[in-house]
């Protein structure tokens, strides 16, 4: 899909709606389906490789994909994850 644009006061534009329908097809198509099989806080040594003053959770799933939340798009930081419908767990805090 492409992302359409328009021109505001000389400025282009994204489409978000495009941007979001792109995003998510892609997220879903790696995602769906996927089995959790490992988790883990990142360790100490890769979080100062990175620049990192927070240690965020690390899960790998069973095609060999980690996921490991960051505060931005830009790997900043580790992040947190909210968790909802769950009694004991509310947040996946960075440590």
């Known amino acids: ?26 997220v879903e198509k790696a995602l769906v389906g996927r089995k959790i099989i490992k988790v883990e806080y990142l360790p100490v040594t890769e979080t100062e490789d990175l620049g990192w003053y927070s240690r965020p959770i690390a899960i790998l799933l069973d095609d060999g994909q980690w996921l490991v ?27």
């Open 69 to 95: 939340p960051m505060s931005d798009d830009e790997g900043n930081n580790g992040g947190a994850i909210s968790v909802s419908n769950n009694e004991m767990l509310d947040v996946i805090p960075v440590i």
């Open 1 to 26: 899909m492409v992302s359409t644009t328009k021109s505001i006061g000389g400025f282009m534009t994204i489409n978000n709606d495009s941007i979001e329908s792109t995003w998510t097809t892609k």
